[in-house]
């Protein structure tokens, strides 16, 4: 089996005149008998949840980042300051 890359054919494609899916077949038979598509490799499924995890990790840090600025600012306003700390020592120092 042979994945192609689908701009390529989109685009390719769009040429006819007439977008029907008997013409699309047609148009993709053609791409393959003239050696004209591009083909792209896919990723494994054990890469892709790989990255599906590190995405996933990603998201989380960047949430937890967020709330603990949110509640830097809120004390903020009360004159209250968090300062530097590590992550294990930020809730004694929020809770003051």
Request: charged share 30%; with cysteine; aromatic share 4%.
């Amino acid at each position: 089996m042979i994945c192609i890359e689908t701009r390529h054919a989109k685009a390719f494609l769009k040429a006819q005149p007439n977008k029907t899916d008997r013409n699309d077949a047609c148009g993709m038979a053609q791409i393959m008998r003239v050696n004209l598509y591009r083909s792209v490799h896919v990723k494994t499924l054990t890469s892709q949840k790989h990255r599906a995890l590190l995405t996933a990790r990603k998201l989380l840090q960047e949430k937890a980042i967020a709330i603990a600025n949110d509640i830097r600012g809120l004390l903020r306003n009360f004159g209250l300051k968090v300062g530097l700390v590590g992550k294990i020592k930020f809730e004694e120092r929020a809770g003051r």
